[in-house]
């Protein structure tokens, strides 16, 4: 374990953060962030460490500021139209962080129901966009609540493409199938092992090992020196405070 990672950031700050993380050196492509913190996040990835990457509005706009969440963007720079959107999604120009409501060793996804798909006990998004997604752009998870219900070890559906599945359906799924890591409000995983399965790559400082053990449905690798999340920089602090979440959105996500 590295050191104690003692900061005035809140644990939605470092979440943020390793979402961010998620698009270093990603380059001039779209970053298609799903929900609060993931969006939070890649805004703060643009006007730092990632300043090539594309947002929008949320709808079909590219914007060229980078305004607070909830804002409208004073600077278009293009129309994303949804074919448009569609031919980026296929020629990997984008990369991705969705959500999952299940999600298994291997990285398999799901957002669609939860019990025996022919009659499910929960019906939730359906399948969406996320088998094009996994197959054919850099994808990432967001989960807000880490718990044995969300971390299981059969998904009921499998939605987002994992690493057994891809290769299991060869070369056409897999050759540019790329699962980037897994942040939850507890630590940040990836799927660096050699049999791609889940590693805990860090933890969240105030989190420990048992905890994660605890609130997951299945065996992790866990490095024996394991570092703790990296700390938000004071720029970053002051983006995050001042610039793209004045109104403290992520802590309603993630609770202090």
């Avoid at 050196?25 to 962030?33: C, I, Q, R, W």
């Avoid at 962080?97 to 999600?103: E, K, P």
């Avoid at 718990?147 to 070890?153: I, K, L, N, Q």
């Amino acid at each position: 374990m590295s050191a104690t990672g003692t900061t005035t950031a809140a644990r939605a700050d470092h979440c943020v953060v390793a979402c961010a993380e998620s698009w270093r050196n990603a380059g001039e492509v779209l970053a298609s962030p799903m929900g609060t913190i993931p969006t939070i996040a890649s805004r703060l990835a643009k006007l730092t460490f990632s300043p090539d990457l594309l947002l929008t509005d949320g709808e079909a706009l590219l914007t060229g500021d980078v305004p607070a969440v909830g804002a409208t963007a004073g600077v278009v720079e293009g129309w994303l139209p949804y074919r448009q959107h569609l031919a980026l999604v296929a020629t990997g120009r984008r990369q991705v962080m969705m959500g999952a409501s299940q999600i298994d060793r291997y990285g398999n996804q799901n957002i669609s129901c939860i019990g025996d798909w022919s009659r499910p006990r929960r019906q939730l998004l359906g399948v969406r966009g996320a088998p094009g997604n996994t197959l054919n752009n850099p994808t990432s998870y967001w989960v807000p609540r880490h718990s044995a219900r969300v971390f299981v070890e059969r998904v009921d559906m499998v939605c987002g493409v994992g690493h057994d599945r891809a290769a299991a359906a060869g070369p056409s799924a897999s050759r540019h199938h790329r699962l980037v890591d897994v942040v939850t409000d507890l630590g940040v995983f990836d799927f660096e092992t050699p049999g791609r399965t889940m590693r805990l790559r860090s933890l969240h400082p105030g989190v420990t090992v048992e905890q994660v053990v605890d609130a997951t449905g299945f065996t992790l690798t866990i490095p024996t020196d394991l570092p703790y999340t990296r700390d938000p920089t004071a720029e970053e602090l002051r983006l995050l405070r001042g610039v793209i979440d004045p109104e403290g959105l992520r802590i309603r996500e993630v609770p202090a």
